[in-house]
C-alpha cells in the first residue's frame, strides 16, 4: 500500500480526452475516485487536452496552495515535454505561481511499477484455467513513426518483464501498424496459450475495434465505440489456440498506486 500522505496538498491529473470516445477520460475519472476515498489528498481533480474541465479551467477550482500533477499518459513524448508544461504554464519541475507551487511528475507508463501491473492485468484476464507457464504474454501499442514513444514504453516493458520473475512461458510486444504486427500474432509465439495486453491509458477505437479484427476475435469492427462486450467472452478459440484478450492497462484499478507512486518519486528526487 501506498504511504503518501498530503492532506495538505492537491492532486491534479492530466488526461488526453477525446471529442468522439465517452470512455477516452473515464479512467482518468475512476483513479481519482480511488485516491480521493483514500484521502490521502486534500483533494482530488482532473483536467482534460480534449474535454472539460481543460487544462486553463481547472485552477479556480482547486483551494490547495500545493499541487502534485501526474500526466495520465503511457510514456514520456511531446505531449508530457512540451504541450502539457505550456497549456500549464510550467516552468519546470517545480513552478511558483503567486501563491501556488505547481509540482510536475513524470507520466503513469514511465513508472517501474507499471512492469508488475501489466503482470497482474494479464494473470488477472487469465483467471485460474492454464498456467502462465504455458503462456506467452503480447503487450500491444500503436506503433508507426507517429508514436515511437509509445512504442519505446512498450519495448522498455517488455525488457523489464523478461528480466524480472514473472511465470510466462514468452513476453513479446506486437503493434498495430508497424512489425512485429499484432495481426501475426499466432507466427510470435508457438504458445498454445496467448494473453494480449493493450499499452494504452484507455479503451477506445483501438481496444475496442481495431484490436479484436486484428487478432481475429471480430471479423469486423464493431458498431459502438463504447461497446465493452469484447472483453467479456475470454477465452477465445482461435486454429487451436486459446486466447485471452484484455482492457487496456490505463483501465487497471491498480493504476491509481502507479499515480501515487510518481508522486513519491518526486518528493524522494526533489528532497521534498
Not at 500526466?71 to 505561481?97: A, C, D, H, M
Amino acid at each position: 500500500m501506498n504511504s503518501v500522505s498530503k492532506p495538505e496538498s492537491a492532486l491534479l491529473i492530466l488526461g488526453h480526452g477525446s471529442t468522439e470516445n465517452p470512455d477516452s477520460s473515464a479512467p482518468c475519472w475512476d483513479h481519482a475516485e480511488t485516491i480521493s476515498a483514500m484521502g490521502c489528498f486534500g483533494s482530488v481533480h482532473c483536467a482534460f487536452w480534449k474535454e472539460e474541465p481543460s487544462f486553463r479551467q481547472i485552477w479556480p477550482m482547486i483551494e490547495e496552495r500545493e499541487v502534485y500533477i501526474v500526466p495520465n499518459f503511457i510514456s514520456e513524448g511531446y505531449f508530457t515535454k512540451q504541450v502539457l508544461p505550456r497549456e500549464l504554464e510550467l516552468s519546470g519541475p517545480t513552478t511558483i505561481r503567486e501563491d501556488m507551487r505547481l509540482h510536475y511528475c513524470a507520466p503513469v507508463g514511465s513508472h517501474p511499477s507499471m512492469t508488475k501491473l501489466l503482470a497482474n492485468h494479464a494473470l488477472e484476464i487469465m483467471g485460474e484455467t492454464v498456467r502462465p507457464e504455458d503462456t506467452a504474454l503480447i503487450i500491444v501499442g500503436h506503433g508507426t513513426s507517429l508514436s515511437k514513444n509509445s512504442a519505446k514504453a512498450v519495448k522498455s516493458q517488455v525488457q523489464a518483464l523478461r528480466q524480472g520473475s514473472v511465470p510466462f512461458a514468452e513476453v513479446l510486444d506486437a503493434y498495430m501498424e508497424e512489425a512485429p504486427y499484432i495481426s501475426d500474432w499466432a507466427k510470435q509465439t508457438s504458445a498454445a496459450n496467448v494473453v494480449v495486453v493493450p499499452f494504452f491509458v484507455a479503451d477506445g477505437l483501438h481496444s475496442y475495434q481495431d484490436i479484436p479484427v486484428l487478432l481475429g476475435i471480430e471479423p469486423e469492427p464493431t458498431a459502438a465505440a463504447s461497446h465493452r462486450e469484447v472483453f467479456r467472452h475470454n477465452p477465445h478459440m482461435i486454429n487451436g489456440r486459446t486466447l485471452w484478450y484484455g482492457s487496456s492497462i490505463g483501465t487497471d484499478p491498480s493504476l491509481a498506486e502507479v499515480i501515487l507512486d510518481q508522486v513519491a518519486d518526486f518528493d524522494l528526487k526533489y528532497g521534498l
